[in-house]
């Protein structure tokens, strides 16, 4: 599986922006794309991940209510739409995918296979 990140930019505090994720190759079983973000000198942090074929969805709980995780199946195209942006969310995120991830390890970056490149996403005060 190749992923292919885009979308990430230079937004206000409070602003929007939408990340997109284009994967090609087998999506089916049990599928699990996410989205991490890494900070300079902090270790990669789980945002959120989506079940491809059951929907379920999983967030950090410093993204709920704020980030949204969806996918497009057409497209093969899973997005995160980030609302209400904040400084500590300046990051280069990445996002990833498996297949096969059981729920407790959705979190977790060592458990993912398949890694798009990152995208910088900063908010600026």
């Known amino acids: 599986v190749q992923l292919q990140a885009s979308g990430g930019g230079l937004v206000q505090v409070g602003g929007s922006l939408k990340l997109s994720c284009a994967a090609s190759?087998?999506?089916?079983?049990?599928?699990?794309m996410g989205w991490f973000r890494q900070a300079p000198g902090k270790e990669r942090e789980f945002v959120a991940a989506?079940?491809?074929?059951?929907?379920?969805?999983y967030y950090a709980d410093s993204v709920k209510g704020r980030f949204t995780i969806s996918r497009d199946k057409a497209q093969n195209t899973v997005y995160l739409q980030m609302n209400s942006l904040k400084p500590e969310d300046t990051a280069v995120y990445y996002c990833?995918?498996?297949?096969?991830?059981?729920?407790?390890?959705?979190?977790?970056?060592?458990?993912?296979?398949?890694w798009g490149q990152g995208t910088q996403v900063t908010v600026s005060s």
């Open positions: 990833a995918a498996d297949h096969g991830l059981i729920t407790s390890s959705t979190m977790r970056p060592e458990a993912y296979d398949y």
């Open positions: 190759g087998r999506t089916s079983g049990r599928f699990v």
């Open positions: 989506i079940r491809w074929n059951e929907g379920t969805l």
